[in-house]
Each structure stands twice: as structure tokens, then as C-alpha cells.
């Protein structure tokens, strides 16, 4: 297949970035034992957007928001968050308001939901609103809990805590379409109460549905952006490029 063009003009400070960008990465290679899965990579989340990184299995998108979430150092290039150039570690970041949540399910399962979300040091009662499924289930433990249900708590507990800005990784994976609209949603819904959102996902219709932009990853490349309004005229055009990734792609993502 040849390689899909990208859409959309760069900004005139060639980032497309602005002031109110709450992350940005500029040539950005993260990789693993000096060998790079992702790079070049320019990004931007702005405050009130969801943008979200789709991509075939091994393209380099977990590798990407580990690296923004501080939990990978950069090869080369910059990662500026609030403003800054930053190299510090997630515990430091999440501190200035980043929510990570991983791919995999971050409950402990031996405490209820409850717990779960005082844990969170968010406000319980604004989870609860969130997730208002969960107000019955409160004083269950959370290993009993499907895993659509605790994914739905994972979220509730990061977005709780107010953030500046939420990184999810594939929050739909392995779960009913039902389930997956839900946790898609509450993001949108976070954004719109001015919370930026990166979301790592591989529905790309549902992605799409909830998206202000999104960028498409081949081989650790961007090789495809745009607005979700322009790139859902094209789904035919991401799902040739998941079937086309190849057997060499790096197998971390």
C-alpha cells in the first residue's frame, strides 16, 4: 500500500501547537534498548479536546503515551507539559494534574469500589456522578466486578481527581460494545468540562465519534491526521493500514 498522506497544514511555528497546548512533543523517538519504535512524532493536546492515536497492533502507540506519561525516557526530541520542556517521572506529572490509565485495569481487587476511589484522592461523590453504575455496587469488592465495570471504576477514580489532562490506554479492550460507548463517552464528557484527553484506541468508528482530532501510527510514524470529522470519510484508508502493518512491527504495543 502507499503511504497515506497527511492531513491538514502545519501551524505557522511548524507544531501545530498553541498556549493553551497542555502537552506537546516536538521530534519526539522513544524506543527500547537504544532501538526506536516511535519517531519524529509531533503531537498536541489542547485543553477541552479529545484527541485520540490509532494504529494496528504494534505501531507504537502504548510506546507513545508511555513516554508522554514519564514512564519511558526520550531517545531524541522534546516533551513539553504545561508549557515546559519536562523529563520528569509520572508521580511528579500526575501531581500537576496527569491521570494515566494503563491497559491494563488498575483496581485493587481485594477493596471495595469504594475504597478503590478514596484512593484516588479525588472526590468520591464527583466519581459517583460520573459513574452513577457504580452507586449500588459501592460496598462490593472490586474483583468481583465484571471487567467492563472495572474499567468504568478505573475511569471515574482517575477523572475524579479533576485533572488537567487524562492518558488512557485502549480503554475499550476486550470489552461490549455497550460498555466500550459508556467509557467513551464519560471522556468526551470530561472534555467538555475542559479537561484535555489522549486516548490510545483501535474502534475506530467509536473513537472517531467522541474525537476533536485523531493520527493514525504505522512502524512508529504518524501517517495519517486530521480532524475526526475528516478522517471518518476515510475509515476504509486506517483499516487498509492496520492490515497492512507487516510482520516486522514492534510487538510492545
Not at 497546548?21 to 519524529?40: A, C, F
Not at 471504576?153 to 459508556?182: K, Y
Not at 484506541?201 to 470529522?229: F, M, N, Y
Request: some cysteine.
Amino acid at each position: 500500500m502507499t503511504e497515506m498522506a497527511v492531513v491538514g497544514a502545519p501551524s505557522p511555528n511548524g507544531s501545530g501547537a498553541n498556549s493553551s497546548d497542555l502537552i506537546e512533543t516536538r521530534g519526539l523517538s522513544l524506543g527500547y534498548n537504544k532501538i526506536p519504535v516511535v519517531r519524529d512524532l509531533d503531537l498536541h493536546v489542547r485543553e477541552g479536546e479529545v484527541v485520540c492515536i490509532l494504529g494496528a497492533n504494534g505501531a507504537g502507540k502504548t510506546t507513545t503515551i508511555l513516554g508522554l506519561a514519564g514512564e519511558l525516557s526520550p531517545m531524541s526530541g522534546e516533551i513539553h507539559w504545561l508549557g515546559k520542556p519536562v523529563k520528569s517521572p509520572l508521580h511528579v506529572r500526575a501531581r500537576q494534574g496527569l491521570a494515566f490509565v494503563p491497559e491494563e485495569r488498575s483496581v485493587i481487587f481485594g477493596l471495595s469500589v469504594l475504597d478503590n476511589l478514596r484512593l484516588g484522592q479525588g472526590d468520591v461523590d464527583a466519581a459517583l456522578e460520573l459513574a452513577p453504575e457504580l452507586r449500588d455496587m459501592r460496598h462490593k469488592r472490586a474483583g468481583l466486578l465484571s471487567g467492563g465495570e472495572q474499567q468504568i471504576l478505573t475511569l471515574a477514580r482517575a477523572l475524579a481527581s479533576n485533572p488537567r489532562l487524562l492518558i488512557a490506554d485502549e480503554l475499550s479492550l476486550g470489552l461490549a460494545p455497550l460498555v466500550v460507548e459508556r467509557l467513551l463517552l464519560a471522556a468526551r464528557r470530561a472534555a467538555d468540562r475542559g479537561i484535555g484527553v489522549l486516548l490510545v484506541e483501535q474502534h475506530i468508528r467509536s473513537a472517531l465519534a467522541v474525537a476533536d482530532r485523531a493520527l493514525v501510527l504505522r512502524r512508529g510514524q504518524v501517517v495519517l491526521q486530521g480532524t475526526a470529522a475528516e478522517l471518518s470519510s476515510r475509515t476504509a484508508e486506517i483499516e487498509a493500514s492496520y492490515m497492512t502493518a507487516g510482520p516486522d512491527e514492534d510487538e510492545t504495543d
